[in-house]
């Protein structure tokens, strides 16, 4: 698939009411939205995670990043080792929504300011501005086909 603009993916998670089922899963779209919000804080800097990978596995990891093959299914996130749900930090749909987009905004601020950053991503290592967007336009792909917003067939 194109590479989108993370602010058109932006636009396409709005278009979620609240009350859709995952094709798999067990997020709501409240808690997809505060999902996404996370990993672009990740890569802007306001949240800090150490690298679960040894720096060999780095390249085929970075392979697998530039590669069409898709996100697994039902993958778990190394912040939640309980496969839990996290307990929501935002009142309604719209203030997830609010704060995704606050935080795509700052994701691009601050690469502007630190163009050299490299934040951590747990699973990738260490990644720069252009493999962050890799890295998020994936990622919500992903998400966005979990929801049935978009078909990768």
């Known amino acids: 698939m194109e590479e989108k603009d993370l602010f058109d993916w932006f636009r396409l998670f709005c278009k979620l009411a609240g009350t859709e089922k995952p094709l798999w899963g067990i997020m709501t779209p409240h808690h997809l939205l505060e999902h996404l919000s996370a ?16 720096d060999e596995q780095i390249p085929a990891r970075l392979a697998f990043l530039y590669s069409q093959e898709p996100f697994p299914r039902n993958l778990r996130n ?3 080792p309980t496969g839990e749900l996290r ?5 309604t749909l719209s203030e997830a929504r609010e ?5 795509l905004l700052r994701f691009e601020s ?4 630190h163009p050299l950053d490299q ?21 919500m792909e992903h998400h966005a086909t979990q929801f049935g917003l978009i078909s990768t067939h």
């Not at 804080?41 to 690298?51: A, P, V």
């Not at 307990?87 to 009142?91: F, N």
């Not at 601050?110 to 300011?113: D, Q, S």
């Open 39 to 54: 990993s672009v804080r990740m890569s802007n800097g306001g949240i800090y995670l150490q690298q679960a990978i040894s």
């Open 78 to 80: 190394v912040a939640l």
């Open 87 to 91: 307990p929501l930090k935002t009142a």
């Open 99 to 103: 704060l995704l987009e606050k935080m």
């Open 110 to 113: 601050h690469f502007a300011e």
């Open 119 to 139: 934040p951590i991503h747990p699973l990738f290592g260490p990644l720069n501005f252009q493999q962050w967007k890799r890295f998020h336009h994936r990622h």
